[in-house]
């Protein structure tokens, strides 16, 4: 089955830790992203990616960097520098410029103890 | 920049009831896109909206696109337990990568 791969589903961090959020697709799409859902607000967008070894900052890209080393694969990683870590993180894709829709992951859930 | 947002926040339906959920934008929208998010779930794809005035339907599901292409609307008929979850609109000002979601609105149906 073609879909998204996400890893791991639940995440724990320390305080001033970088962490790395795994996102895996095989559905061929040329276009990745990755959003942060928080209660109440939507999902916000990071970054987002429309080739390989390119991509952009969304809207709150601050405390966040990504790597697009091959088609498949857009890892996220959560750096000490962002503030306030904690939220669901979601990955997607999609097809060109995404007319067909965004295709997500199961998502991230990140907690800092 | 371009925000959409969307009302009610909250909807509670009695099972068997209709109800609408809007979404507005700030800016014009050169497509709109419509996900339902299952609880404990992520967002699935439900339909594209392109032209102006435009309407769809899936089933119980009738989704509008406005006049000016800066709203949109999601209406639900005779509402069952399955219709519960989040339902988000996410529109982009232009042909690019880049949707704006807007926050939601989190439908609970009542037996």
């Known amino acids: 089955d073609g879909g998204i791969t996400q890893s791991p589903k639940y995440l724990f961090r320390k305080e001033g830790q970088n962490v790395t959020l795994s996102c895996e697709q095989n559905?061929?799409?040329?276009?990745m992203y990755w959003y942060r859902q928080d209660p109440g607000q939507g999902l916000r967008l990071i970054y987002y990616s429309q080739i390989v070894n390119d991509f952009q900052k969304g809207d709150i890209a601050e405390g966040y960097s990504v790597s697009r080393e091959k088609k498949e694969s857009f890892p996220l990683t959560v750096t000490s520098a962002q503030k306030n870590p904690t939220a669901f993180y979601l990955c997607a894709s999609s097809i060109g410029t995404g007319g067909s829709g965004y295709t997500f992951g199961s998502g991230t859930r990140l907690t800092v103890v | 920049g371009q925000q959409v947002m969307q009302i009610p926040q909250y909807q509670h339906v009695q099972e068997g009831e209709d109800f609408t959920t809007y979404c507005n934008s700030s800016?014009?929208?050169?497509?709109i896109q419509w996900y339902k998010q299952r609880p404990g779930g992520h967002p699935v794809f439900l339909i594209q909206?392109?032209?102006?005035?435009e309407v769809k339907k899936q089933k119980r599901l009738t989704f509008q696109f406005g006049e000016a292409k800066k709203n949109s609307s999601l209406h639900i008929t005779a509402t069952q337990t399955t219709d519960v979850g989040t339902y988000f609109c996410a529109g982009s000002p232009g042909n690019d990568y880049k949707l704006s979601f807007g926050a939601g609105t989190t439908v609970t149906v009542r037996a």
């Open positions: 559905l061929n799409h040329d276009a």
């Open positions: 800016t014009t929208l050169s497509n």
């Open positions: 909206l392109v032209k102006s005035g």
